[in-house]
């Protein structure tokens, strides 16, 4: 304890203040490391409820007993316990999905229920059940849906209902295809009822749109890909920029052509009608006397005989005829364009420097065969496909300058904010406890020097010999024994005698304690000067 108050009193004001400095320092670092050791480990349970459901679920929590936090709309609990609190409160229901489904229904009775009544209520709970159905996809956290049904009036054909849902993401945006499935979902669930009449609404960026120019961007953003993908491994990443313009059909294209060809007929039917008559005409004789007579014959008359026939045919034939109706939906490709520039090779010009030149006019042909391969070129479309090679600004060993980026491109905005708080952190230190401590560690090794004991001792010796007593009157606190100046300690008489300087030196290497408080003082007392 001794050594330590002489040691605090031998030190300056500034040096007292950075000792206490970085003392405080330390135990609180000591004290904030065991409170983080000794704290309970939190996790996260439920995030983004509401009110009324994280209401509930705190309820549940405390009657289990298990230490809880809220932190905004997040609900935290012991690590160790969480697994088990989920499946705790699944089992009790918990979060609810806040729309009822077709629970709803099993309160009706038939007594004092009307028709309209049922019907509101069997809407209420067709959206629950849909918006339950939505709640499954892990990427949506709440979902609401509306059902627009158009009441019936009798033997009137009804007409086709819409709806539209709302829904709450992790933070994450729907895209197209996504919202497209939500369509046919409710489309699916609700009779009679078109999936483009259901509109996709989030809460955080609007409706989210299913349209043709959705479906455009994502197709050249695909072709774009493909054509990348394939040359990067020759001209190297970076090296190629790819750029199209794709021109679909956006509009729905109904036609109906019906032809008769007059050279291909098919019998449909045949008649055949057969007609014979036959006819006798005769016509008696003249009458006579022989005739009156009883045994008379009469005269014989004349006679005619007249016999027809005739033979019909009747057949039926029918024209050909064509009948064709087509569809043209949206989407297919009206034209495209598209434009490649590839960097230059490395070379060198006239006067030896490095360069880039441009590829050659074989390797680009090469590469246009294979660009048209890969976007399904169609020249009787009107396709347009155009590759040049030019010398970009900068070339790396990756690709350009500007399509590397630097360390801090690459960092996240997170990994910058901790970087920094480091930084701060440890400039902080050095500061408020290592620059004071290295400042006393350099006077000190400064000390020595002072003395410059390694002459013959024909320099700086009355100074050092003078200092002894100075240092005893400025510091009474320093018991250092005084060195005697006396001539018999010393004799320079003959060349028996011995050295002073090798003496003090002998000195300081038995008493070096006392030597570093007798040079401490010293300065103490140049710096209070």
């Known amino acids: 304890m001794q050594k330590l108050a002489d040691y605090w009193k031998d030190r300056t004001a500034g040096q007292k203040q950075a000792l206490v400095a970085a003392f405080m320092v330390t135990f609180l670092g000591i004290a904030a490391f ?4 000794n704290r309970t ?4 349970l439920y995030s983004g409820l509401d009110g009324a459901q994280a209401g509930e679920v705190m309820a549940a929590l405390d009657k289990t007993g298990v230490a809880s936090e809220i932190r905004g709309d997040a609900i935290w609990v012991d690590a160790a316990q969480r697994d088990r609190l989920r499946m705790t409160l699944a089992g009790e229901g918990l979060p609810a999905a806040g729309s009822a489904g077709y629970e709803l229904l099993d309160g009706m009775s038939g007594f004092g229920t009307t028709s309209q009544m049922f019907d ?16 499954a996809v892990p990427q949506i956290r709440s979902a609401r849906v509306h059902i627009a049904v158009p009441p019936s009036r009798g033997y009137r054909r009804s007409e086709a209902g819409s709806a539209s849902v709302t829904v709450v993401t992790d933070g994450s ?10 369509q046919f979902l409710i489309a699916s669930g609700v009779p009679g009822m078109d999936a483009d009449r259901v509109k996709v609404i989030d809460s955080a960026r609007g409706v989210v749109s299913t349209g043709d120019e959705i479906a455009s961007a994502d197709r050249a953003a695909e072709i774009k890909r493909n054509v990348e993908r394939i040359l990067e491994p020759h001209v190297g990443p970076g090296n190629a920029i790819v750029e199209l313009n794709l021109d679909l059909v956006t509009e729905t294209e109904q036609m109906t052509e019906q032809r008769f060809d007059p050279r291909e007929r098919a019998l449909i039917s045949q008649e055949n009608e057969e007609t014979s008559d036959q006819s006798t005409n005769s016509d008696p004789g003249a009458v006579t006397a022989a005739s009156n007579l009883p045994e008379g014959q009469p005269a014989a008359g004349e006679q005619s005989k007249t016999a027809s026939s005739e033979t019909r045919q009747r057949q039926n034939y029918e024209v050909s005829k064509v009948t064709r109706e087509i569809v043209r939906q949206p989407g297919a490709t009206r034209r495209l364009t598209v434009a490649v520039l590839v960097n230059g090779t490395a070379g060198a010009s006239s006067d030896g420097t490095p360069t880039l030149v441009p590829r050659g006019e074989a390797e680009l042909e090469s590469l246009r065969e ?13 396709d347009v496909i155009t590759v040049k090679s030019l010398p970009f600004a900068a070339l790396g060993e990756g690709g350009t300058a500007a399509s590397q980026g630097g360390l801090i491109d690459r960092l996240a905005l997170n990994d910058l904010a901790r970087l920094a708080l480091v930084g701060l952190f440890a400039l902080a230190l050095a500061m408020l406890v290592l620059r004071p401590i290295l400042k006393a560690r350099a006077q000190a090794g400064a000390a020595p020097a002072m003395l410059d004991i390694s002459g013959p001792g024909t320099g700086p ?3 050092m010999l003078a200092a002894p007593q100075a240092a005893a009157a400025g510091d009474s606190g320093l018991a250092l024994p005084a060195l005697s100046m006396n001539m018999p300690d010393f004799d320079f008489a003959g060349p028996t005698v011995a050295d002073p300087v090798a003496r003090l030196r002998e000195l300081m290497r038995e008493r070096h304690d006392d030597s570093l408080r007798v040079l401490s003082g010293w300065i103490e007392q140049k710096e209070n000067a």
Not at 41 to 44: G, I, P
Not at 123 to 135: D, N, Q, S, Y
């Open 461 to 463: 010796m009355p100074a």
């Open 173 to 182: 945006a729907l895209d197209a295809r996504q919202a497209r499935s939500l």
């Open 41 to 44: 480990s939190m996790a996260l």
């Open 370 to 382: 294979l660009v048209a391969s890969a976007v399904g070129f169609d020249e009787s479309r009107g």
């Open 34 to 37: 065991a409170w983080l050791g």
């Open 120 to 135: 509101a209520a069997y809407w209420r709970a067709k959206e629950g059940e849909l918006a339950r159905t939505i709640l």
